[in-house]
């Protein structure tokens, strides 16, 4: 290492220099896409420039983007379209770039901390990477190392996000993203503290623990910091290498997936907020799923889950009163018969197979990348007389990450009772209940409660 290494620019060094450059950078590429809307540019055309300059944003805002893209009713389709093309994958950092993060973590004789650590990183992506080590007593670790400065990263694209949804707003009067954009910001700033993360994933270990197909990671504290997460390695194939299996196989998946997501939101009020198919690998057999990414998650307090099965069982029972009740409690604001009747088009399209009692797929013939689609461009069509529509921030997590679930299921092919299912996570179900559980669980882990 030494001298040599010394001479040559260091990226970690003057970093307020560094967060200029980079809010300029965006800043310049956004102008583009400012340039064009002023111009008079169609909503498809706007988008591609948009997409073009954030293309240009290696990192959070990409990330973000594309997390946006994954919301059907949050974003019009000309901008989901374009934004979903972006790729969040980061270059990987060198070897004695890595050398000196993981000193700052984890101090000068970090190396002596492992028995084997591979320089060459296993996966890389918009916040960090992950690193294969071996520990001293033989297992097999997964090191996610942070990349330097994200935190400023962050600041600067949640920024430059605000200005492209301000372009949003000044051409689409059906939907507002303000307490959404809170929400996102919120989220991000959680994942980037990996002792939260930590946290995080003894929560789900806890929660999980009556369930022995469900496995998560087993996190090291002794060698994690903020900025550096370690963890057991827990290998297996992911989602997309198992579509070709046979039908019980990919029902297996199917109903491991739903336990590993409703399980936790129906008895706790925590929810997975990354649906990612990277995020889950299945062993061999498929007999056992494997949860691999805990950064993005959204913990609710006991009002909206009483919102959640308060609608569920509104629209069952053909009750608009309930339903209705429902949107107050997750906080929609100035409600009135033709908004209710809008959003009630949404619920009935997510809660759909869950309200029929019968095995069947999520939704017969419809392409994944499609998944809901007609029915935001219907809502969207509705909203244009109602709107600007406030999404409440609690509301923007849960939406996607149903959505992003729903497609799991469609790639999978999956046939199940999913309303038998759903029938039994919520038997039984109170809101003062799941207030106690979920009191206790966070207390376990050392999260603060949710309750607001």
Avoid at 294 to 319: M, N, Q, T
Avoid at 421 to 445: H, K
């Amino acid at each position: 290492m030494g001298g040599r290494l010394s001479d040559k620019p260091d990226p970690e060094r003057n970093r307020i220099t560094a967060r200029i450059g980079r809010v300029a950078r965006v800043g310049a590429n956004m102008s583009g896409a400012v340039a064009a809307r002023v111009t008079g540019a169609d909503q498809a055309a706007l988008a591609k420039a948009m997409r073009q300059a954030l293309g240009h944003s290696k990192g959070p805002l990409m990330k973000v983007a594309q997390l946006l893209a994954t919301v059907p009713d949050l974003l019009p389709e000309a901008y989901a379209e374009e934004f979903r093309k972006l790729q969040a994958q980061a270059p990987p950092m060198g070897w004695p770039f890595v050398q000196r993060r993981m000193r700052a973590e984890l101090g000068e004789n970090w190396q002596s901390k492992f028995a084997a650590f591979e320089p060459e990183a296993a996966a890389a992506a918009s916040l960090g990477q992950v690193h294969r080590a071996i520990a001293h007593d033989g297992r097999k670790l997964a090191c996610k190392l942070q990349y330097p400065d994200m935190a400023s990263a962050v600041e600067a694209d949640l920024g430059q996000l605000r200005t492209l949804l301000s372009l949003f707003k000044s051409m689409d009067k059906t939907i507002d993203s303000t307490e959404a954009i809170e929400e996102i910001g919120a989220r991000l700033r959680e994942e980037l503290d990996y002792t939260r993360e930590l946290k995080h994933m003894r929560l789900f270990a806890l929660m999980l623990a009556d369930e022995p197909r469900i496995k998560t990671p087993e996190p090291l504290e002794e060698l994690s910091s903020k900025r550096l997460l370690t963890m057991t390695w827990l290998d297996g194939r992911g989602l997309m290498h198992w579509l070709d299996e046979p039908q019980e196989t990919r029902n297996r998946i199917a109903e491991l997936l739903f336990k590993a997501w409703w399980g936790p939101m129906t008895h706790y009020g925590v929810i997975h907020g990354d649906p990612h198919l990277g995020n889950y690998a299945l062993t061999d057999s498929a007999e056992r799923l494997h949860l691999l990414d805990f950064g993005c998650v959204r913990i609710f307090p006991s009002r909206f889950l009483d919102g959640v099965v308060g609608l569920y069982r509104g629209l069952r029972a053909g009750d608009m009163d309930q339903v209705a009740h429902a949107y107050e409690v997750w906080g929609f604001k100035n409600l009135n018969a033709p908004l209710i009747e809008a959003l009630t088009l949404w619920a009935r399209f997510i809660y759909g197979p869950l309200l029929d009692d019968r095995v069947r797929t999520i939704a017969d013939d419809v392409p994944p990348a499609q998944y809901g689609r007609r029915e935001a461009m219907e809502v969207r069509k509705r909203l244009k007389t109602l709107g600007p529509v406030l999404i409440p921030r609690e509301f923007v997590f849960m939406d996607r990450a149903a959505i992003g679930l729903g497609a799991a299921f469609l790639h999978l092919r999956a046939e199940l009772n999913f309303g038998a299912m759903f029938a039994a996570s919520v038997e039984g179900f109170s809101t003062e209940g799941l207030r106690q559980r979920q009191a206790d669980a966070l207390s376990a882990v050392g999260l603060s409660t949710s309750e607001e």
